[in-house]
């Protein structure tokens, strides 16, 4: 596995990760066991890296320290950077995780409406529409909804949203197409629909099943995502190694029927202008979803995963670090020249640029 060191930074320790006994007087976590490095907010525990810097006129003015990692063809790490073995929230990255168990236990959905299912959507028109659609099969109405109540993800749609005098609504949250793909697999199979979001529903004992099968490993630990929905904690390796099952998943199973889905509506997965739906229609075949607190996964057709984390939660510096792997896999350059560096103002001018360091936007070798 290769490391790097940027001059001036030594990264900590690889983590080992490993179940332990809660500390006396901690609050019971939610829904499982988490380990010792989180609960004692052990920074070494992650072993974050320089992975991105803010060029300001050709000085450096900022760096973003992250974890990144390479898979290949059978699921095993290829190239690492910081602790990749360390156990990370994958937040909305996981939504085609939780799709794969939706799909196992009679989700009927394909097309469009299942790239809503595995959706962080902008809350365009025909987002909302299409979450009505799915509930409309399941039979139930908008407050079925456990969502949080929120506003529209996209910046046009929630200036929009806000002139017309509405407030935050279930419907408008960027994952209302998962929650009402929920809904409809607990009709499916009889399961109960008001509690659909605890930890103990057989939905989510099915996607943490899923999670743990398409990562290889257990769940190290469970949260809340911000949609209220379960989340489980995984290795970024586990992640990179997902995409790149989903992505390279054999004809019939559902791991392709969702990157299918995913790849033919890249829009329906994020929307106008969001980097993930310019990402996968940039490059044929591509998968890709990225997640809250600067997250980003992505897998090829060929079976190869990658994945990043940014320390800081910072989305400005995970779209260029991802670029910068994605031309590691051999990606072509011009392709991703709108991706690899992001533009620094000055007075209204171009003055420096936000890009990854040399030896994680140089092709391997």
């Given at each position: 596995?290769?490391?790097?060191?940027?001059?001036?930074?030594?990264?900590?320790?690889?983590?080992?990760?490993?179940?332990?006994?809660?500390?006396?007087?901690?609050?019971p976590t939610y829904g499982g066991s988490v380990t010792q490095a989180a609960r004692s907010g052990d920074e070494a525990a992650f072993a974050h890296i320089p992975l991105v810097g803010v060029w300001r006129n050709g000085f450096l003015e900022s760096v973003h320290h992250g974890t990144a990692v390479l898979t290949g063809t059978d699921g095993s790490v290829v190239e690492g950077h910081g602790a990749v073995d360390a156990p990370m929230f994958p937040r909305s990255a996981n939504k085609p995780f939780q799709g794969l168990a939706m799909l196992r236990n009679g989700l009927d959905l394909d097309g469009e409406l299942l790239a809503l299912a595995c959706a962080s959507h902008s809350g365009e028109a025909f987002h909302l529409e299409g979450a009505r659609r799915i509930l409309a099969r399941a039979g139930l109405p908008?407050?079925?909804?456990?969502?949080?109540?929120?506003?529209?993800l996209g910046a046009a749609q929630r200036d929009a949203w806000l002139a017309g005098g509405r407030g935050p609504e279930r419907i408008a949250m960027n994952c209302s197409g998962k929650h009402a793909a929920m809904l409809l697999t607990c009709v499916r199979n009889g399961w109960s629909t008001e509690d659909y979001l605890a930890p103990e529903h057989p939905l989510q004992k099915a996607v943490r099943r899923a999670v743990e099968d398409v990562a290889g490993e257990p769940v190290a630990a469970v949260g809340v995502d911000g949609c209220g929905a379960p989340l489980f904690a995984?290795?970024?390796?586990?992640?990179?190694?997902?995409?790149?099952?989903?992505?390279?998943?054999?004809?019939?199973?559902?791991?392709?029927?969702?990157?299918?889905?995913?790849?033919?509506?890249?829009?329906?997965?994020a929307g106008t202008?969001?980097?993930?739906?310019?990402?996968?229609?940039?490059?044929?075949?591509?998968?890709?979803?990225?997640?809250?607190?600067?997250?980003?996964?992505?897998?090829?057709p060929d079976g190869r995963g990658a994945a990043v984390k940014i320390a800081d939660g910072a989305t400005r510096a995970h779209i260029v670090a991802i670029a910068a792997l994605l031309w590691r896999m051999g990606a072509d350059e011009q392709t991703l020249a709108p991706f690899t560096?992001?533009?620094?103002?000055?007075a209204g001018e171009v003055v420096g640029a936000i890009r990854a360091f040399p030896r994680l936007s140089e092709p391997a070798r």
């Open positions: 596995m290769h490391t790097w060191i940027m001059e001036g930074y030594t990264p900590a320790p690889t983590f080992d990760r490993r179940r332990t006994p809660a500390p006396s007087g901690r609050p908008e407050s079925a909804l456990r969502c949080v109540p929120d506003l529209p995984i290795s970024l390796a586990g992640l990179a190694r997902s995409f790149g099952r989903f992505a390279g998943a054999a004809e019939g199973t559902p791991e392709r029927r969702i990157a299918d889905a995913m790849r033919a509506h890249p829009q329906w997965v202008g969001r980097d993930v739906t310019d990402l996968m229609r940039a490059i044929p075949g591509l998968l890709a979803k990225d997640g809250a607190e600067a997250v980003y996964a992505v897998g090829l560096q992001s533009p620094v103002y000055g």
